[in-house]
């Protein structure tokens, strides 16, 4: 038998806060999650994810059709869950052949394994994988695009929507029926899902890239949709929504005001008046009315971002708020360039906040503090319930490990425990 695993490598770490609450094959960019693409590549065969020990319930859980056991199989192809694959990526690393590791420019990519060099790794199979924990055997050098930091995912996120909507449809049979005062421009490039509401005023524009509505969308009166973009399952565009190029909006979200290059995870608002660009939102999130972030400095000049306790500089020139999952922010809260707003953190006041706030904060331009970890779950529970959603015993404990993970961060900036 021939199989997969898809594996983290120590660089999900700079792709917090995004990879507290999900491994970082379970990120976005396009439509599909980095792993949900791997798969593509790959029909019918057997898939297997390794990750950190304390999110393996979390995905046992909330992705039931996924195997998080390991099992030996003849030859196993290990991949590292950052790479973002095309659809030649299948040639370059076939099922079939001898036993290589691969590697793309000094980043390791992966291996093929079978007999004893598969049990050589299987049998000490460590939550988080290098190039060290593969026996010496020949490399091969190949192509391929790694993700390693959150403004990357942003930066594709246009060739993927394009990639990801014709493979997900069959646009030889034209879905698109007549909505009434509804405009359409370039039809042929636009999908529409089942039960989808779209009220009069609505423009709907794929001259520049498709557009992908899913099942049960509602779209209010007056909204503006730009492709390439994608609107998730029971989301919902507010009156007047400006959605813009390259945007991807998870399921039972509710967006509106102004959204530009950017990336929103499932159960997350963006509701209200205010500018969202060159942004990636997790789980969770809500925005306040008048939230606004920039994307571009004053000087047009690079942009730095604190990531894992590191000022990384991005080398581009359009850079927005990363936030992490159940963070919220309140009414009018302006981020500033390159902004990073960990897990679970609840920021307000009167001016703009610090571009860097750790996990479980409290507060934000006059003062810091540590959000308790038992008032967080409480709203956690609270704002989930709303959309009939449970948080269960296995999702409190991720609370808590992540709190704990994170306490040292947060006594860096002087907060409390």
Not at 219 to 242: D, E, L, R
Request: proline share 4%; glycine share 8%.
């Amino acid at each position: 038998m021939k199989s997969i695993c898809i594996f983290e490598d120590e660089q999900y770490k700079q792709l917090q806060p995004l990879t507290f609450f999900r491994p970082s094959y379970h990120l976005k960019c396009g439509i599909l999650s980095l792993h949900r693409k791997i798969r593509r590549n790959y029909p019918n065969v057997r898939v297997e994810l390794n990750t950190r020990a304390y999110l393996r319930d979390v995905i046992k859980q909330n992705h039931p059709d996924e195997i998080v056991d390991h099992v030996k199989s003849g030859t196993m192809l290990f991949l590292n869950g950052r790479i973002l694959v095309d659809d030649n990526f299948h040639n370059q690393v076939p099922l079939d052949g001898n036993d290589e590791l691969f590697v793309s420019k000094d980043k390791f990519i992966g291996a093929r394994l079978s007999g004893k060099n598969l049990d050589y790794v299987s049998d000490s199979l460590k939550d988080v994988l290098s190039i060290n924990d593969f026996p010496d055997i020949p490399k091969k050098e190949i192509d391929v695009t790694i993700i390693e930091y959150p403004w990357d995912l942003i930066k594709y996120n246009e060739q993927e929507l394009i990639s990801d909507f014709y493979k997900l449809t069959n646009l030889n049979e034209n879905n698109v029926h007549d909505f009434l005062g509804v405009y359409f421009l370039n039809k042929d490039n636009i999908f529409i899902g089942k039960n989808v509401t779209i009220k009069p005023g609505v423009v709907l524009d794929a001259e520049d890239g498709p557009v992908y509505i899913g099942d049960n969308v509602k779209i209010m009166h007056n909204a503006s949709i730009q492709g390439p973009v994608f609107i998730g399952q029971n989301s919902i565009v507010k009156m007047n929504a400006t959605i813009y190029h390259n945007s991807s909006i998870g399921k039972v979200s509710k967006v509106g005001g102004e959204i530009e290059n950017t990336i929103i995870h499932s159960y997350s608002n963006k509701q209200h008046n205010g500018f969202l660009g060159n942004s990636y939102l997790g789980s969770w999130v809500n925005l306040g009315a008048g939230t606004t972030n920039s994307d571009l400095k004053n000087n047009y000049g690079s942009i730095k971002v604190q990531i894992n306790n590191q000022l990384i500089n991005s080398g581009r020139q359009f850079v927005g708020l990363t936030m992490g999952d159940h963070s919220k922010a309140a009414i009018n809260t302006s981020f500033n360039t390159g902004a990073v707003v960990g897990v679970s953190s609840n920021v307000f006041g009167g001016t703009f906040p610090p571009k860097y706030i750790p996990s479980f904060s409290w507060g934000g331009s006059e003062a810091l503090t540590t959000y308790d970890i038992d008032r967080s779950i409480e709203v956690a529970e609270r704002v989930m319930q709303r959309r009939d959603v449970v948080l269960t015993n296995i999702d409190k404990e991720l609370f808590r490990t992540v709190f704990n993970l994170t306490v040292a961060e947060r006594r860096a900036m002087g907060f409390p425990k």
